[in-house]
């Protein structure tokens, strides 16, 4: 099997194109320009489609362009790898920014495009991070892409410059995941077996350069592209072939899994090793590299080292994406906010204030920080009978009973760096919390219900009956109820 392996890959040296012979392709400008028009195309669409009863965003923003900004576009697919044919197509990735008073609108903004035609992928910012904290290769590489791509500002370079924390055991294990989905497919036969195989192992050898302190290359070059390419261009892959291959990756990506899972690695019947060794290469007169053969175990990363990027990663993403919010998103005068927030009555009472108080431990409890409690209101039994006012220690007995006699809800106000962040407000939280086997709905269940400000909204848009009820709500004297400027303002 070794012997017909060497021969198809020989057969593939013969048969790599010379890419001087490649017609003209598209160029990182004309991918540029086509994604500038299929954004506008996208977002001129989602207006016509939109109630025509309903005032646009840039009206409600003073005019303010309110089109998503392009910040990253390149060549994706084969050609960003530097192993296309001739007749290979031309793939288009982006990266773009929704405008901040749309991410704090109600409406739901869309965080990918593509399309067929022509063939591209678009990601919002926000969704690209959340794919980079996943490990997803096809955005990892991105980062790493130095050929056929073109970035917008300064934000694509501030990304670019913590990249290197990427390179976590998350994503060491989504591209072995990739690989493996490119070797069961050769296996099962869908699809061209050489390009599924030449997938597989470009996989894995950038695998094996995050492991050991190396960046992953995207443009192959030197003896590992001519491999790559000899075996895509092969025509003599016969069954002999194809299993000698399907071995030396399958080998391959085993020993990449017993790193990452800290084993010793098993014992192994292929020639030298795992990879492919430098005599085998010789003969083909391809000197070895690095990049082909098994690096030394002195240079490999530990899995602790891999694991604290994942946390370092986290944070600077979720700061990065703050800063690119903030950036186009103008802020209150301080006067403005401390009036929004101000008792509308401009006296608190003790139970009011119990209330808020609850409502603000219950969110800390939910490790989160309130801008600011916008009301405290009566709410089910409490509305509806408009019970008596309790003495503060009954007010609190009730509160702190695991079955609570008292309806209550709270409207909090997010900090808007935190709904900017990848780590988004909680919507809601209970007092008392729900117990694990508690099925009942939580805007049904009785204490103090503590709701974020956007999904209140949401329930009005959705015709929930308690939000409405609030919202409805004759101006109550009774001193548990706490409203401020911005509440009366909503009502």
């Not at 969704?127 to 073109?150: A, R, T, Y």
Request: charged share 25%.
């Amino acid at each position: 099997m070794e012997d017909a392996l060497v021969e198809a890959i020989r057969d593939g040296l013969t048969r790599i194109p010379n890419e001087a012979d490649y017609p003209a392709l598209l160029s990182t400008e004309e991918a540029w320009s086509i994604m500038e028009t299929a954004m506008k195309s996208r977002v001129s669409n989602g207006a016509k489609q939109s109630s025509s009863s309903s005032p646009s965003v840039s009206e409600d923003n003073k005019g303010e362009p309110m089109d998503p900004h392009l910040l990253f576009v390149a060549i994706a697919g084969s050609r960003a790898f530097h192993l296309d044919l001739p007749g290979s197509d031309s793939d288009m990735f982006a990266v773009f920014i929704t405008p901040s008073p749309l991410i704090l609108s109600l409406k739901k903004q869309k965080l990918s495009m593509d399309s067929h035609e022509p063939d591209y992928t678009a990601y919002e910012v926000e969704m690209l991070c959340q794919l980079i904290l996943k490990g997803n290769p096809k955005v990892i590489e991105p980062l790493f892409q130095d050929h056929l791509c073109k970035s917008n500002g300064e934000w694509w370079t501030q990304l670019r410059n913590i990249r290197d924390l990427s390179l976590t055991e998350t994503t060491a294990r989504q591209y072995l995941g990739f690989a493996s989905s490119q070797l069961h497919d050769s296996q099962k036969g869908r699809g061209k077996s050489s390009k599924k195989f030449y997938h597989a192992l470009r996989l894995l050898y950038e695998t094996q350069s995050i492991l050991h302190s190396s960046r992953p290359s995207v443009w192959i070059s030197g003896p590992l592209r001519t491999l790559l390419m000899a075996i895509r261009c092969s025509q003599s892959l016969n069954e002999d072939a194809v299993q000698a291959l399907d071995n030396r990756v399958s080998v391959m990506r085993q020993r990449l899994f017993e790193i990452l899972d800290d084993k010793k690695p098993s014992p192994s019947d292929q020639p030298e090793g795992l990879f492919f060794p430098g005599d085998l290469l010789r003969s083909f007169n391809l000197e070895p590299s690095e990049k082909i053969v098994t690096p030394s175990e002195d240079s490999r990363l530990s899995l602790g080292s891999l694991k604290q990027r994942e946390i370092d990663l986290n944070k600077e993403l979720s700061s990065w994406l703050v800063r690119i919010r903030n950036s186009s998103f103008p802020r209150s005068a301080p006067d403005q906010r401390e009036a929004f927030f101000s008792n509308a009555s401009a006296m608190t009472s003790t139970q009011s204030s119990l209330l808020i108080e609850t409502a603000q431990r219950a969110l800390s409890e939910s490790n989160q920080t309130a801008a600011g409690i916008l009301c405290v209101c009566r709410s089910g039994s409490n509305l509806h009978y408009q019970r008596p006012t309790p003495s503060l220690s009954d007010l609190q007995a009730s509160i702190s009973s695991p079955t609570p006699s008292c309806d209550y809800i709270a409207i909090y106000v997010a900090q808007t760096d935190q709904i900017f962040s990848l780590e988004k407000p909680i919507e809601r939280a209970s007092v008392p919390a729900p117990s694990a086997s508690d099925k009942a709905r939580d805007t049904y269940t009785r204490g103090l219900l503590v709701v974020e400000l956007q999904q209140f909204i949401t329930l009005l848009n959705q015709g929930n009956h308690r939000a409405l009820e609030i919202i409805m709500a004759e101006p109550d004297a009774s001193s548990e109820n706490f409203e401020t400027n911005g509440w009366n303002e909503l009502k």
